[in-house]
């Protein structure tokens, strides 16, 4: 008889604890699914800022380029006029600086000089600066091409004194190196055709204008500036695969995506256009 009583008491023991146990688990189980609740409420959170960000982002990426035109006002050679949502730009490719390479043209007297800059290996190619008739149509609200497509040989761009902008590559897509050497004070050099380009810094606009200045536009509309953001001078590792970044400008205080000259290749452009470019003719 006692021998049964001390399993039944057992046996009650037994259940005491199992009840206790069940209610532990329980009890962490619940603390784990309100754990749950609360990081989904957070996720939700999280969320709802992306996408408000995203919508400053879109306001942001509706560019309007429409107000830096002005600059080309009174540009000799170049005459620009509004098609809607396109700038028609063209040039006629003139430098308004000195260049040897005026020299045995129309224009020699006036712009003729010799080469003063730093290059002991300077040679003077055998083209001459001519005339040329280049016309960009440019979207006026640039924004970034799904797709970008690599920079076309020849003119991508138009600077602010109406030379164009090539890429960065010589002939057959071969680097700079020894174009360079033909690069004049001005680091513009003329092509065949007496195309007169500039593939790197325009020292003449930077001298004329600053070296954190706005220089120009590549044809899918997004603006060229100088070397220099807020007083440091940027290098292509600063930059992104295209060459360019955004970030404010004076001309663009709500930020627009730009490109920047750099001292070290590309220069100018990376792997194409940020943007679609529009048509270019000659
Ligand atoms: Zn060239
Ligand atoms: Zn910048």
Known sequence: MMKLFDILFRIFILSICMVGLLCMVNCNTQTQSELEDQSYADTEGDQESDEIDENEEEEIKNYDISSILSVFDGVHGVYYAIDEDKIIISTTNLPNHKSPYY???EWEEERYAEYAGTNTSFRLNPNRIDEQDITFSISLNP???ATKEPTPMGPIGISRNGVVFFNQYAAGYSALDNEINSFDSYLGHPAGSGLYHYHMEPVYLTTAYGDDAFLGLLADGFPVYGPVENGEV???ID??????HVSATKEFPN???????????PYLNGDGFFGTAGSITR
């Not at 930059?239 to 360019?244: I, M």
């Open 143 to 145: 924004k970034e091409a």
């Open 255 to 265: 930020g627009i995506y730009h490109y920047h000259i750099s001292a070290d290749a």
């Open 239 to 244: 930059l992104d695969d295209y060459h360019g």
């Open 234 to 236: 940027l290098s292509s």
């Open 103 to 105: 020299l045995d043209t």
